[in-house]
């Protein structure tokens, strides 16, 4: 199984760009990166996917080596609202979405 | 365009009751997912129906925990009895492919306290 790991907490303030990065070692050919988002008393919502390079959406970017082995959500110009926990996620060859831990992130006036 | 529904939202029994919780997801979906999640962890996966087939149910205590999708729509995740450690979020989701490289659309997920 392809396992991720991420920090557990980072801190920002409003304004900043923030970086978290997700490492996933035994990441497989035909498995996909994908994150997703989670607020309190909330279920988690889908921010964004890739397979390799770069890919950015409206919400944020995602950058991927060329070795897939990590991978870095970036969020530009965070405000208060983007505190949450940001989940890292990799499809693995069972088809089988597992969570980790995934990073709280706390932005602050 | 509705998401997934979910009900009820918080739920409140004692041990060895029984429970049942309801999801509906999105129209068209056809793979449906419970995860259960515990304060300060990350969801974990309970089972995935594929239409009304189970793809996944590994980590699903069966000697409790029981779950069905009638005519691949609607599902229902039972547990009978209840145990302190199965207070949770129990968060259904869905999502329209059947090969998990898609979105999953998550329910606002349904709070279990036993006491």
């Known amino acids: 199984l392809a396992k991720t790991t991420q920090p557990i907490s980072m801190d920002s303030y409003e304004g900043q760009e923030v970086n978290i990065t997700c490492s996933h070692n035994n990441i497989a050919t035909n498995d996909y990166i994908t994150w997703y988002q989670q607020f309190p008393s909330q279920g988690p919502r889908f921010i964004i996917q890739g397979y390799k390079t770069k890919v950015t959406n409206e919400v944020a970017s995602l950058f991927i080596p060329a070795d897939r082995k990590s991978s870095t959500l970036s969020l530009p110009r965070v405000s208060l609202s983007d505190t949450a926990v940001y989940y890292c996620?990799?499809?693995?060859?069972?088809?089988?979405?597992?969570f980790g831990q995934g990073t709280e992130l706390s932005v602050k006036p | 365009e509705a998401g997934v529904a979910q009900s009820p939202r918080y739920k409140i029994i004692e041990k060895r009751q029984s429970v049942a919780f309801w999801c509906n997801p999105i129209s068209g979906h056809a793979t449906l997912y419970w995860y259960q999640q515990i304060l300060g962890q990350g969801p974990k996966l309970l089972i995935q129906f594929q239409n009304n087939g189970v793809v996944d149910d590994s980590q699903l205590p069966k000697d409790r925990f029981s779950a069905e999708r009638l005519k691949g729509v609607d599902s229902t995740l039972k547990i009978q009895p209840a145990k302190l450690e199965d207070s949770a979020v129990y968060l259904c989701?869905?999502?329209?492919?059947?090969?998990?490289?898609?979105?999953?659309?998550f329910g606002e997920g349904s709070r279990l306290t036993v006491l």
């Open positions: 989701a869905s999502s329209m492919g059947t090969d998990n490289t898609g979105e999953l659309f």
């Open positions: 996620l990799v499809d693995n060859q069972g088809g089988k979405l597992i």
